[in-house]
C-alpha cells in the first residue's frame, strides 16, 4: 500500500512501487485530466506538480511520490488557495485567450505555467523556454507565451 497526498487529500493505492504516477492519478484514482503523451517524459502532458514542482508524471515511479505534496490540475485552483469552483489564473487565461486549439497537451502546459509564475512572476522569454519545454503539436506556443505575458504583467 502506498500513501499519497493528490490535491489536498490523503489515498492509498494498491500498486507496484515502480508503477508510474501518471497510471495511479488516472487509473486508481479517476484523475484523468493529467495527460498520457509519450511515455518517456519527452512532451509534458503528463505534468503535475510534486511538492511545488512541476514533474512528469509519467517517468515517476508512484514510491517515489509517497508522501509528497502532489496537486493535478484538478486540484489547480484548490491549491492556490482559490473557492471550489474558481479557476487558477492561469486556467482563466488560457480560456480568455483561447490558448487551446485541440487541448491535448494543455494540462500540462497549464500546470507548467503556474509553476514558472509561482517561481518566477516576471519571466523573461528566456525562462519562458527553459521553463515550457512541453510539445505541443498544434503549435500554440504564441498563444502560451501570450497567456505568460498576460499573467506577468498583473502579477
Same mark, same amino acid.
Request: charged content about 30%; glycine content about 4%; some cysteine.
Given at each position: 500500500m502506498t500513501a499519497l497526498k493528490v490535491n489536498g487529500l490523503l489515498r492509498t493505492v494498491d500498486v507496484d512501487p515502480d508503477t508510474p504516477l501518471l497510471w495511479v492519478l488516472r487509473e486508481d484514482l479517476g484523475l484523468t485530466g493529467t495527460k498520457f503523451g509519450c511515455g518517456a517524459a519527452a512532451?509534458? +502532458?503528463c505534468t503535475v506538480h510534486v511538492d511545488g514542482a512541476p514533474? #512528469? &508524471?509519467c517517468s515517476m515511479p508512484v514510491s +517515489? +511520490? /509517497?508522501g509528497a505534496d502532489i496537486v493535478t490540475i484538478e486540484g489547480l485552483a484548490a491549491s492556490a488557495g482559490l473557492a471550489d469552483g474558481a479557476l487558477h489564473p492561469?486556467? +482563466?487565461a488560457w480560456i480568455d485567450l483561447q490558448v487551446p486549439q485541440c487541448g491535448y497537451c494543455q494540462s500540462g502546459m497549464i500546470m507548467a505555467t503556474a509553476a514558472l509564475? !509561482? !517561481?518566477t512572476p516576471r519571466p523573461t522569454d528566456a525562462e519562458i523556454d527553459d521553463a515550457i519545454g512541453n510539445l505541443c503539436r498544434c503549435g500554440t506556443y504564441p498563444r502560451v #507565451? #501570450? /497567456?505568460i505575458r498576460k499573467? &506577468?504583467?498583473t502579477t
Open positions: 512532451c509534458g +502532458a514533474v #512528469r &508524471s +517515489a +511520490a /509517497a492561469v486556467q +482563466a509564475l !509561482k !517561481k #507565451r #501570450r /497567456a499573467l &506577468s504583467d
